[in-house]
């Protein structure tokens, strides 16, 4: 069964770093997504993708988050220059459609 | 506007019990409601979903109660088994405008299923 993947599992950073976090949606969607959780909190969205363009982003989703779709398979996250509030699971979602969304398992950003 | 109002926060069921999580909406714009299912170190994995034209889904042991004037909607897992134990999120999609089809989520319930 296609899933959507993330790479790395796991990424320590120090407060100031850039990072890139990769995802790998299943290959014939077309809505991509990336969404974060704090530690025992819920689910928040951050951006959402959709024909080479983004199509929303809220309010946390700031100058220092980018996203990109490089290559036509992959779905990146950068943040610029990490803060210790960005500590999170970051989890990547991909949909057909734009109903069903499929997440990923996720990467833990630990901001030291 | 945006919120998805979820309770209770945490749930403890025996074994072969019912386990009922509730949501409520404000947003009329949201058109669809999936339930999602969380092990700890795991990503979200849909449940079950439900659109508002349908009172009632049902998928195996786990249904969904939608109630569209009340602007509610329920998760009912029948025959809770320990392997049930998990954090559910039930979520909303839809904005006001535009189709980026975000999903909204409630703050979870952690479901614990006693043997």
């Known amino acids: 069964e296609p899933e959507v993947t993330q790479t790395p599992s796991h990424q320590v950073t120090q407060m100031g770093q850039e990072v890139i976090l990769r995802c790998v949606p299943i290959?014939?969607?077309?809505?991509f997504y990336w969404y974060r959780q704090i530690l025992g909190q819920k689910v928040e969205f951050l951006v959402s993708?959709?024909?080479?363009?983004?199509?929303?982003k809220s309010e946390i989703f700031d100058d220092q988050f980018s996203v990109e779709r490089p290559d036509g398979s992959n779905f990146t996250l950068k943040i610029r220059s990490t803060k210790l509030e960005d500590s999170a699971m970051y989890f990547c979602?991909?949909?057909?459609?734009?109903?069903?969304?499929?997440f990923g398992p996720g990467t833990r950003l630990t901001v030291l | 506007q945006q919120q998805v109002k979820q309770s209770p926060q945490s749930l403890i069921v025996q074994k072969g019990g019912i386990s009922i999580i509730n949501c409520a909406y404000e947003n009329t714009a949201f058109d669809y409601f999936p339930w999602y299912q969380q092990f700890p170190g795991k990503g979200p994995a849909l449940l079950i979903a439900?659109?508002?034209?349908?009172s009632e889904k049902k998928e195996g042991r786990f249904t969904i109660s939608f109630n569209k004037s009340a602007k509610q909607f329920s998760l009912h897992i029948m025959d809770s088994q320990p392997g049930d134990s998990a954090t559910y999120f039930c979520a909303a999609r839809g904005s006001l405008g535009g189709s980026n089809y975000k999903l909204t989520f409630g703050k979870g319930t952690l479901l614990t299923v006693n043997p």
């Open positions: 979602a991909s949909s057909m459609t734009g109903d069903t969304q499929y």
């Open positions: 993708f959709y024909n080479n363009e983004i199509s929303e």
């Open positions: 439900i659109r508002p034209d349908v």
């Open positions: 290959s014939n969607h077309l809505y």
